[in-house]
Nanobody, 128 residues
Framework: QVRLAESGGGLMQPGGSLRLSCVFS????????IAWFRQSPGKDREAVSC??????????ADSVKGRFTISRDNARDTVTAYLQMNNLKSEDTAVYYC???????????????????WGQGTQVTVSS
């Protein structure tokens, strides 16, 4: 059974940092692009960042470039993706989701894919 599980959300003051984790397990895990999305009340879901299956290629939304960094650890039975979020702003407040998409190419044309699997989300609140 395929499973994605996010963790690491919480409450942080503006200017602070958080690191989100997404553990992807339960299936042959080769060739999955992983992405982070976020959604806040009243807004559409937004792609924040994505990473190709080897980690060679990454993409970021303009709103987070220079502040967020995506990475991944490809172990034998699990894949863990991270989103390091620095210099957090109030507008980063949202529920953050990770998603996985089977794609054999190791380069990305943005993050707009029809993702196969989604996690349940983790809340990030940035407030003083």
């Amino acid at each position: 059974q395929v499973r994605l599980a996010e963790s690491g959300g919480g409450l942080m003051q503006p200017g602070g940092s958080l690191r989100l984790s997404c553990v992807f397990s339960g299936f042959p895990l080769n060739y999955y692009t992983i992405a982070w999305f976020r959604q806040s009340p009243g807004k559409d879901r937004e792609a924040v960042s994505c990473i190709s299956y080897t980690g060679r290629d990454t993409k970021y939304a303009d709103s987070v470039k220079g502040r967020f960094t995506i990475s991944r650890d490809n172990a034998r039975d699990t894949v863990t993706a991270y989103l390091q979020m620095n210099n957090l702003k109030s507008e980063d407040t949202a529920v953050y989701y990770c998603a996985a998409y089977l794609m054999y190419e190791d380069y990305l044309n943005g993050c707009d894919y029809d993702y196969d699997y989604w996690g349940q989300g983790t809340q990030v609140t940035v407030s003083s």
